[in-house]
């Protein structure tokens, strides 16, 4: 099996699908107009996902995570429970015009941002194949002596060390140079080597201390979306493998990490963190019970509540149910207004610029405007929103229809611009990572909060592995043996004697 890493998707096999779906919430009790709101959300979004070239951009990756993680996913999950689409939404119809007038101003956003962007990228071939192994190395100890740094020495908001941390891409980076590495220097026989499963390792380490589900799925993403724009092809072995990697993803650390953040306290050292850790991981069956049986008796703590019954993890992938809470509340006449985006905006200066600069967060503001989410006196949780009920929330259609979509041309021109064909750019692989997670659920504060740090953290990260990681790897663990050099030990191994070679001449046993 080899891994997709799809260009476009055919628009009639989307709308072949597409028109079972509707088939299938018809025969469950769906409405015929959300139904056709389903149907139209899921087509815009295949013709815009094709028209910004798929996964090769990291538009196209945008496109695609914000549709399947934000909107697709949930209600084709819904029919897979038998349960009617617009059961549990407070104003279904809204929502769902909502999210489908979302996605066309994100094709309009596409069309416009591909004619800005030009044929070749800033950041692409800035790293030769050849300093791949060695700028794996040096971004994986110039990440992890960041995080320790960052981890042992206090820092506030604000600082040299706070900002630093802002832009530290090296950790992702060194399992996307690794896995690109070690695939292109076995001709596709292997994805993992020793040096890949220690940059996994290290990410993993800090995931499960920091009891963070992202740190903890990104290592696999990252190698996922490397492996995928290689074309690797999969055992069935290693299928098998994946699978259940995946399953004991969701099932066992999933419920780890929400429960240890639960218990961790709010003054831990990292000490007490690693403690609580290797507590908890040594029991995941017990948190594992422990995390059903609080989702069944506290619904309220569930971002989800889509469902008829709390569904997991699946709750924590739908965001149709906390958008319909805070889309009603516009409805209602509760418009935060686009104050917002000045807010956003303003985050981009630097702390000690500005000390006193807006700092709140958008999805914790909104939570308890929406009330009983979150307590009046939590002003630190952050609830998640999509960006599209974001936009309504700020300026109904106004912001829907034009303030979305201005400031996702911003977005798609700056990371297609920088990055070009991801498939040839280890930062637009990054890009594609750090997107499945900004796309659905970073709200438009995410886009952007990343159109500036994380459009640094990419020009950064590109110009160390090209100039500055190799010098570090090689520092570190010594230059990469040669061809000649690899020969030469083997003959010496096996007691034979090699030719002298000369300028011009290749050495061969």
Known sequence: MRLPFPERIPLPLATGAAAILVALQQLQGTGFTFSIYCFLFIV????????????????????????????????????????????????????????????????????????????????ENVVKDKDMRNATIGSLFLGTSLVVTATLIPHGSG??????????????????????????????TR???????????????????????????????????????LRYRLTKSQVVYLILAAVFLVMYLVPYSQIGRNLQSENASFIDRIELSVSLLGDLGSMRREYVRSQAENPEERTGGYYNHPQGFMDRLTMIAADDALINITDQGSVFGLQGIYMDFANWVPHFLW???????????????????????????????????????????????????????????????????????????????????????????????????????????????????????????????????????????????LPTATAGTSVSS
């Open 159 to 188: 600082s040299i060390l706070s900002a630093v941390m802002q832009v530290n891409r090296f950790l992702p980076l060194a399992v996307i140079l690794g896995t690109t590495y070690v695939i292109k220097k076995s001709g596709g």
């Open 44 to 123: 815009i979004a295949t013709i815009a996902f094709n028209l910004a070239g798929g996964f090769t951009r990291p538009s196209g990756s945008y496109v695609f995570f914000y549709a399947v993680l934000g909107f697709i996913f949930g209600i084709v999950w819904k029919a897979f429970l038998g349960e009617p689409g617009e059961s549990n939404l407070v104003v279904p119809i809204l929502t769902a015009q909502v999210f489908t007038g979302g996605i066309t101003a994100m094709l309009f956003a596409v069309f416009v941002s591909r004619k800005l962007v030009g044929k070749r990228a800033l950041l």
């Open 191 to 229: 994805s993992i080597n020793g040096l890949l499963a220690t940059a996994m390792g290290i990410n993993l380490f800090f995931g499960f201390v920091g009891f963070s589900k992202e740190g903890i799925f990104y290592p696999f993403l990252c190698w996922l979306v490397a492996a995928s724009a």
């Open 355 to 497: 000390p006193d600069k807006p700092t709140e967060g958008a999805g914790n503001a909104f939570a308890r405007e929406i009330g009983g989410i979150l307590s009046d006196d939590d002003t630190t949780t952050g609830i998640s929103f999509t960006p599209t009920a974001e936009a309504f929330h700020w300026a109904k259609w106004t912001g829907v229809l034009v303030v979305a979509p201005l400031i996702w041309i911003l977005l798609f021109t700056i990371f297609d611009a920088l990055c070009g064909n991801a498939q040839k750019s280890p930062w637009g692989l990054l890009v594609v990572a750090l997107f499945a997670h900004i796309a659905p659920e970073g709200m438009l504060d995410g886009a952007i909060y990343t159109m500036w740090f994380g459009a640094w953290s990419i020009i950064i990260a590109a110009l160390a592995a090209a100039y500055l990681l190799p010098i570090i790897g090689t520092l570190v663990a010594g230059p990469e043996p040669t061809t000649i050099t690899r020969r030469l030990r083997t003959a010496a191994g096996l007691g034979k004697t």
